[in-house]
């Protein structure tokens, strides 16, 4: 069984910085991506930024310069530093990772979502 649990959301006002964390436990044997998604009220779920394991970064046009995604391998855990955040950035934020819990049986695994709120 995996599980991931955010941590580090709140109420910030337009211009100001938060982190999120996102730390994976269980039975993991290997965590490929990760990443960040959001959904505001009334709009789908959309992606923020992901990273897969071998380094690169993939970011939404609306948070690039903003936001940074980063990884801790060997704590199984992924952040996303968010900077100048607009009211627009409120949302619920989750975090996503495709995580192998056997070598060839892999599976992708959802945080409850942290709010993340942006006052004008």
């Known amino acids: 069984q995996v599980h991931l649990v955010e941590s580090g959301g709140g109420l910030v006002q337009a211009g100001g910085s938060l982190r999120l964390s996102c730390a994976a436990s269980?039975?993991?044997?290997?965590?490929?991506?990760m990443g960040w998604y959001r959904q505001a009220p009334g709009k789908q779920r959309e992606l923020v930024a992901t990273?897969?394991?071998?380094?690169?970064?993939n970011y939404a046009d609306s948070v690039k310069g903003r936001f940074t995604i980063s990884r801790d391998n060997a704590k199984n855990t992924v952040y996303l530093q968010m900077s100048s955040l607009k009211p627009e950035d409120t949302a619920v934020y989750y975090c996503?990772?495709?995580?192998?819990?056997?070598?060839?049986?892999?599976?992708?695994?959802w945080g409850q979502g942290t709010q993340v709120t942006v006052s004008s």
């Open positions: 990273m897969p394991s071998g380094g690169s970064t």
């Open positions: 269980g039975s993991i044997v290997r965590i490929n991506a």
């Open positions: 996503n990772a495709v995580i192998y819990t056997t070598i060839i049986r892999g599976g992708n695994y």
